[in-house]
């Protein structure tokens, strides 16, 4: 379960074989992702699909990373989805992240431009590369309190007659394992709804850094952007009537700055704990890219320290492995 919306769908596994129809790009937060990404676009005619939790949010750029110059490759701009979306102080999901994916995507392969997925959130990067639809779908209490009953082996079974279990994190949890049958339930009782998700067949490159050198390139960019005003950032979302408790639930930046604003910590204080906060955030994003290839996903690893010319060969290479999908195949 993701949230209060869970993930039913194909399993990445049914796919490897087949030629891929979209370019992930992910990474660890400061490992240059946008700027490489803007890059490989401008060389296979692509358009980049945002997969940041927090980019969505107008109004909150330095804090969230949106680097705009980094889409700007020799004079062109680069095409860029899902940045901009809402009002900052509004609440954004996966759910409506996916069915924003969806339109962006066929929107992209509409024009026949390659689509590059971008970001380093990993439930948004997982709720598209899972070719998962998440459904949103009410609880059924009846039902649950029905199924409570029954032994994890019928709940298997029950939930075996409804789709193909591809893998065994289907049935690994026994609440997920009940909520997907919920959901199953509630897709045959609704045939008019819309449950489909584009077949997504994904090219992974990761840009990759020694843990020493992450830490050194977090603290720089966290000093930059404190000179190229990311405190006034801030201060003007508050001055625009975004609640504190909003910008504190967006967490990092925007919960240690707005402590600061509201003298709840001095300067220092607030540069020392942010810079440590990011550095927990990173970690736990390589978490979850481990789990990621535990998990079958093949995420090919460039060094990051190679000259940007380097890191465009290496994935081209990979890329030209695994020849992209014809636009009028998809």
């Given at each position: 379960m993701?949230?209060k919306y869970?993930?039913?769908?194909?399993?990445?596994?049914?796919?490897?074989?087949?030629?891929?129809n979209l370019?992930?790009?992910?990474g660890?937060?400061?490992?240059g992702?946008?700027?490489?990404a803007a890059n490989?676009?401008?060389?296979?005619?692509?358009?980049?699909?945002?997969?940041d939790?927090?980019?969505?949010?107008?109004?909150?750029?330095?804090?969230?990373?949106?680097?705009y110059?980094?889409?700007v490759?020799?004079?062109?701009?680069i095409p860029?989805?899902l940045?901009d979306l809402?009002?900052?102080?509004?609440e954004y999901n996966v759910?409506?992240?996916?069915?924003?994916?969806?339109?962006?995507?066929k929107?992209?392969?509409?024009r026949?431009k390659?689509a590059?997925?971008?970001?380093?959130t990993g439930?948004?990067?997982?709720?598209v590369l899972?070719?998962?639809k998440?459904?949103?779908v009410?609880?059924?209490?009846k039902?649950?309190e029905?199924?409570e009953?029954?032994s994890?082996?019928?709940?298997?079974?029950m939930?075996?007659?409804?789709?193909?279990l591809h893998?065994?994190?289907?049935?690994?949890?026994?609440?997920?394992t009940?909520?997907?049958i919920?959901?199953?339930?509630?897709?045959?009782?609704?045939?008019?709804?819309?449950?489909?998700?584009?077949?997504?067949?994904?090219?992974?490159?990761?840009i990759?850094?020694?843990?020493?050198?992450?830490?050194?390139?977090i603290?720089?960019?966290?000093k930059?952007?404190?000179e190229?005003?990311?405190?006034?950032e801030?201060?003007?979302?508050?001055?625009?009537g975004v609640?504190?408790?909003?910008?504190?639930?967006?967490g990092?930046e925007y919960?240690f700055?707005t402590?600061?604003?509201?003298?709840?910590?001095?300067?220092?204080?607030?540069?020392?704990?942010?810079n440590?906060?990011?550095?927990?955030?990173?970690?736990?994003?390589?978490?979850?890219?481990?789990?990621?290839?535990r998990n079958?996903?093949k995420?090919?690893w460039?060094d990051?320290t190679?000259?940007?010319?380097d890191?465009?060969k290496?994935?081209?290479?990979?890329?030209?492995?695994?020849?992209?999908?014809?636009?009028?195949d998809?």
């Amino acid at each position: 379960m993701i949230g209060k919306y869970s993930a039913v769908g194909i399993g990445h596994s049914e796919l490897k074989n087949k030629k891929a129809n979209l370019i992930t790009v992910l990474g660890l937060t400061a490992t240059g992702k946008t700027s490489f990404a803007a890059n490989l676009s401008s060389i296979i005619n692509g358009e980049i699909i945002s997969a940041d939790s927090r980019q969505v949010y107008k109004g909150m750029n330095l804090g969230t990373g949106k680097d705009y110059e980094d889409y700007v490759v020799n004079g062109n701009a680069i095409p860029c989805h899902l940045i901009d979306l809402v009002e900052p102080g509004s609440e954004y999901n996966v759910y409506q992240y996916q069915n924003d994916f969806i339109r962006a995507y066929k929107d992209i392969i509409s024009r026949r431009k390659q689509a590059i997925l971008c970001g380093g959130t990993g439930m948004y990067l997982e709720a598209v590369l899972n070719g998962y639809k998440l459904a949103k779908v009410p609880e059924n209490a009846k039902l649950r309190e029905e199924l409570e009953k029954t032994s994890e082996e019928e709940l298997v079974q029950m939930l075996s007659k409804y789709r193909n279990l591809h893998n065994t994190t289907d049935s690994v949890h026994r609440k997920r394992t009940i909520r997907a049958i919920e959901i199953a339930k509630y897709e045959e009782e609704h045939p008019e709804l819309d449950w489909t998700f584009p077949e997504i067949n994904a090219i992974l490159l990761g840009i990759n850094y020694e843990r020493s050198i992450i830490r050194e390139r977090i603290t720089k960019r966290l000093k930059e952007r404190m000179e190229t005003g990311m405190v006034q950032e801030v201060e003007l979302l508050l001055k625009k009537g975004v609640e504190p408790e909003k910008l504190k639930f967006y967490g990092l930046e925007y919960k240690f700055l707005t402590m600061y604003l509201l003298g709840e910590l001095n300067h220092d204080e607030m540069v020392k704990l942010l810079n440590i906060a990011i550095h927990q955030f990173a970690k736990r994003q390589a978490t979850w890219f481990r789990r990621m290839e535990r998990n079958g996903f093949k995420i090919n690893w460039i060094d990051g320290t190679l000259p940007l010319e380097d890191k465009l060969k290496t994935a081209m290479k990979i890329i030209n492995k695994r020849v992209l999908k014809k636009h009028d195949d998809i």
